[in-house]
């Protein structure tokens, strides 16, 4: 009986015990999941540096600043906790409303005319045109020139009473226009010196589109009988369409971030006809003192430029998704 018993004994263990085939399968199954541990540890490894740049100077401004907006103070003695005090007394202030009001018409009015001049220039200079890279400078040369100066030119440009503007009026027999102390050409003057700022810098993007841009596309068009403008539409246009979005989420946070320009040409005036935002942040925080309000302020734009930038890229996907 007990010689009986020992081989079953035996036959368990070895049962119990993984054979040579079992444990290089499970070593070939953990293979893949050691590996990818790795790589991502490596590439956590490879992002901190910018991680903790991104957190230094992104998150924990915007943390700060979200905490300054639930507070009042002046900078200087106690601070306050207020809550919500700040954005209820914005929902109040009209000054607040007409430079929602201001930036809202501004991004209307310079993104679109930005964009449209800009795909006109870079058009044009796709071409083999003599003198091409100087053109190409001589546009591109406002957007890398400060605020302050591209405002001061715009002053000059627009004195009511030497400007070159009022000057042509006049030669061609029309009256002055009151560019500096009329709301409506205060507004209009501060959106064509914003958009001419900014037209560089679209013609060089779409400059770039244009590159990849195949060259094969345009010759098969052409042979099928496509005029320019069919060809610009059916086959340039759909490539340029991620460019687009780029420069448009762009132009519309620039909109959010003029301040120097504003600020040297008209100051937000006349009667806050040029109030946008960043001025108004800037004259409430640093101004009146008011930071926990002027803090608020910027939690205000960081909302709208998020939320039309999610808005607008949702509605890009579904426009691919229907063609």
Known sequence: MSTATAPAAGEAAAARTPGPRRRRRRSAEAAPQTGVRTRAATAYLLLAPNLAL???????????????????????GPTEWVGL????QLA????????????????????????????????????????????????YLPYV???????????????????????VLEAVGLERVAWQSGAVPAFVSVAVMITWGRLGFCMVVYLAGLQGVPRELHEAASLDGASGWQRFRHVTWPLLRPTTFFLVVM???ECFQVFDLVYVMTGGGPGNATQFLPTYAYAVGFGARQQGLGAAIGMVMYVLVLAGTVLWWRARKDQEAEA
């Open 85 to 88: 005090g700040n954005y209820e």
């Open 145 to 167: 020139l400060s605020g302050v100066v591209v405002a001061i030119a715009g002053r000059w440009i627009f004195n009511e009473n030497i400007g070159v503007v009022n000057r």
């Open 92 to 139: 109040g202030d009209a000054v607040f409303w007409r430079s929602v009001v201001n930036t809202a018409v501004l991004v209307l009015l310079t993104v679109p005319a930005s964009l449209a001049l800009g795909l006109l220039l870079a058009v044009l200079l796709d071409k083999p045109v003599r003198g091409r890279a100087v053109f190409r400078t001589v546009f």
């Open 54 to 76: 991104f957190a230094l100077f992104f998150l924990l401004p915007l943390g700060a600043a979200l905490v300054l907006s639930l507070a009042r103070t002046t900078g200087v």
């Open 251 to 253: 132009m519309v946070i």
